[in-house]
């Protein structure tokens, strides 16, 4: 629980910190002069929630009881939901099936090679500790 809590405050501050990064880029780099304060709510809860949900979903690679392809399975289907009905409420992701499956694609692609960044990564370190663990004895 206290992991849980600790990765909630940091993905809630983390995603407002983005929040005010775009809203910068948008009235720095954009033609925006003005904001709609509505959107501006709509859109900073949005990242805040992004934030919060993409730092407490690894937690599932924590459940030592499950697979790893059951943690990939639920992290993948948790993320993909709550991230698709959040940025296809907002506006995020245009209304239109062409949109949808874009985004499918898009979404699928990048979670695959994320996915297999870090399992390379972790299985790149286990073989290193392995190696270090002989050479103690």
């Not at 948008?26 to 809860?45: W, Y």
């Not at 949005?46 to 459940?63: A, D, H, K, Q």
């Not at 399975?73 to 939901?81: C, G, I, K, N, Q």
């Amino acid at each position: 629980m206290k992991t849980f809590l600790f990765r909630s405050l940091i993905g809630i501050f983390f995603g407002g910190f983005l929040a005010v990064l775009i809203t910068y880029s948008i009235i720095f780099f954009g033609d925006q002069t003005t904001l709609d304060s509505s959107l501006f709510v709509k859109n900073s809860l949005g990242n805040i929630f992004c934030g919060w949900l993409f730092s407490v979903t690894p937690l599932y690679f924590e459940i030592r009881s499950l697979k790893l392809s059951q943690q990939t399975a639920l992290h993948f289907v948790t993320v993909m939901a709550a991230y698709f009905i959040l940025a296809y409420g907002i506006g995020w992701i245009p209304q239109g099936i062409a949109s949808v499956l874009l985004f499918t694609v898009v979404a699928l692609l990048l979670y695959s090679v994320i996915w297999t960044a870090f399992y390379l990564y972790y299985k790149y370190q286990i073989r290193k500790i392995n190696e270090d663990l002989k050479h103690i004895h």
